[in-house]
């Protein structure tokens, strides 16, 4: 709960009017959403009812989708996304996980410089630093620190994750963007990707999508129930799940769905 319920985070991410399409199918329909700041935000829904699009929506991933078009704004901060910033701008400052832990295949330290090397950055000392505080806010530099030049494809499932967590926070983002992060782990680690989701929220503001009801509960502040493309209700996670406002919410989270 929240310490200063007076002085309500403003907005970090701001949705409005968004429509999207692929092709003829509308697989989001007029989606308003708020994910206030320095909070976690988490979407929930049966498969296939558009989380995943919504998440993509945000740093623009399916600009490169064929036949898919959407209309409404989404803004940063005040930036709106198409309008004010270019995708490269847009990618540093939103960063993404995905399902499947995806480092690539190279060492550890090359996974987390990669970003930084790509706007740029080349002294040997200013990288070491980026790694390091990296690993540190992914809670996984004790683990990792003797072998950061080992590959990276060496690590267990849990630690690919922290890595792929670490590596998207190397070019300091405001946003991150998690897709069922936990998933494909086992309850050990999806416990640690909770945990360092919490302390994350402290300098970021966190989306994530999670089938896991419980993990909603447990680790978000604000939840987002979709079904079928709708935005159906969204508001602070306690309240949504202790007193839903729509009946297809009640139904869902009571497991008419699951
Ligand atoms: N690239 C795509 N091309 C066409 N349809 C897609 C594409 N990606 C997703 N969809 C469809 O859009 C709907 C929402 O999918 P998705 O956002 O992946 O849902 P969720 O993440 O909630 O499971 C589904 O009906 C899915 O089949
Ligand atoms: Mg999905």
């Known amino acids: 709960m929240s310490m200063n319920t007076e002085n309500k985070n403003e907005a970090m991410v701001s949705i409005r009017g968004w429509n999207l ?23 929930i829904g049966p498969s296939g009812c558009g989380k995943s699009t919504l998440l993509r929506s945000i740093n623009r991933m399916n ?66 630093e980026i790694v390091e505080n990296s690993l540190r806010q992914a809670a996984i530099w004790e683990e990792l620190k003797d072998r950061l030049k080992k590959s990276a494809l060496g690590l267990s499932g849990g630690q690919q994750q922290r890595l792929c967590i670490a590596r998207a926070l190397a070019v300091k983002p405001q946003v991150l963007l998690m897709d069922e992060p936990t998933s494909a782990l086992d309850p050990i680690a999806t416990a640690k990707i909770e945990e360092l989701a919490q302390q994350l929220k402290k300098d970021y503001t966190i989306l994530i999508v999670t089938h896991n009801m ?16 709708d935005l159906v209700e969204s508001g602070p996670t306690q309240e949504l799940f202790a007193n839903p406002k729509q009946k297809k919410t009640e139904e869902y989270i009571t497991g008419m769905f699951a």
């Open 21 to 43: 399409y692929y092709g003829s199918f509308q697989a989001l329909k007029n989606i308003n959403l708020e994910a206030p700041k320095n909070e976690i935000t988490s979407f």
């Open 63 to 128: 600009d490169l989708v064929e036949g898919c078009r959407h209309e409404g704004e989404i803004c940063l901060n005040g930036a709106e996304i198409h309008r004010d910033l270019n995708v490269t701008r847009l990618r540093k400052l939103v960063g993404m996980v995905f399902q499947k832990p995806n480092p690539f295949p190279m060492s550890i330290y090359d996974n987390i410089a990669y970003g930084p090397r790509i706007l740029g950055m080349r002294a040997k000392l200013q990288l070491d």
């Open 214 to 229: 419980q993990q909603a509960v447990r680790i978000s502040d604000q939840t987002a129930f979709f079904l079928l493309g």
